[in-house]
């Protein structure tokens, strides 16, 4: 949980609500996708290094429950001293999964891997909107598909991965927008050709329509709460981004978060 906390301020708070068993199968889950994640958007790592990483990765993360732990650490080993705690702990992440479910998690984190190495080859130019869609498929639709799995396996709830991918994408249109500059001044574009800022809060907005139908299949509290949040505060991001500010205050975040709690 402390290197979740570390990772990732969006899902740490939903995360940290989960019953214990969920808590710790969403937690590991999480962070083996962040792990990739985080060789993907290193800042200094050459893009060649980053394509062999993310691809050995996905090769080895098939084995599921039989990952091999010292073949990663002899890969990541000449770029260890680059990379982060989460990267170089993915066996751990792994080994804390349950063993009904430790499968389909590192299935979907080595179908990420594998895009994203492609995306990296690519760039990340995108060009079409068909592009943006494959580009939020691999880095956040992927992990509504593995979510929807975790639910299934913990209690039976039963969900629609189309719409678990389109609460990812929205989420991801969300940082597309937020982080427009920055991944400019990198030379990065996720903005089709052609598209405005109104299109990609058009983008966002639809897919986040998605995320509302998809929570109402989850009839369980406490993973209904968990995918509230993050939903909720994609919302709010989008509505301050629409008035010209960078992101929400620490204050409406906690603001938000205890307004659904409180629902």
């Known amino acids: 949980m402390q290197v979740l906390k570390l990772t990732s301020r969006t899902f740490y708070i939903p995360i940290k609500l989960l019953k214990s068993t969920l808590r710790e199968t969403v937690a590991s889950a999480y962070l083996c996708m962040r792990a990739v994640d985080e060789i993907e958007d ?23 429950r039989h990952f091999n732990k010292e073949s990663y650490q002899a890969l990541i080993k000449p770029h260890e001293a680059e990379l982060p705690e989460v990267t170089k702990r993915l066996g751990d992440w792994i080994d804390f999964c349950p063993d009904g479910i430790v499968d389909r998690v590192t299935e979907s984190t080595s179908i990420m891997a594998n895009g994203m190495a492609e995306w990296v080859e690519k760039n ?9 869609d494959n580009y939020t498929y691999y880095v956040a639709g992927l992990v509504g598909v593995m979510l929807s799995d975790i639910w299934n396996w913990y209690d039976g709830t039963e969900t ?7 609460y990812g994408r929205g989420l991801q249109a969300v940082n597309v927008l937020r982080n427009k500059d920055e991944d400019a001044e990198r030379g990065v574009r996720f903005f089709p050709n052609n598209w405005t800022r109104a299109d990609m809060f058009a983008y966002a ?5 998605q995320a509302d139908e998809y929570i109402k299949d989850i009839k369980t509290k406490n993973i209904l709460l968990f995918c509230k949040i993050p939903l909720a505060l994609a919302k709010k991001t989008l509505a301050v981004l629409k008035k010209g500010q960078e992101k929400m205050s620490r204050t409406d975040v906690e603001e938000t978060v205890e307004q659904i709690l409180n629902e």
Not at 160 to 166: T, W
């Open 124 to 132: 990340w130019q995108v060009e079409t909107k068909e592009d943006l």
């Open 205 to 209: 907005e639809e897919n986040l329509a």
């Open 160 to 166: 629609n991965h189309e719409l678990a991918i389109g």
């Open 42 to 64: 290193h800042i200094t790592l050459n893009p060649d290094v980053k394509q062999t990483l993310l691809r050995r990765t996905s090769e080895l993360l098939l084995a599921g």
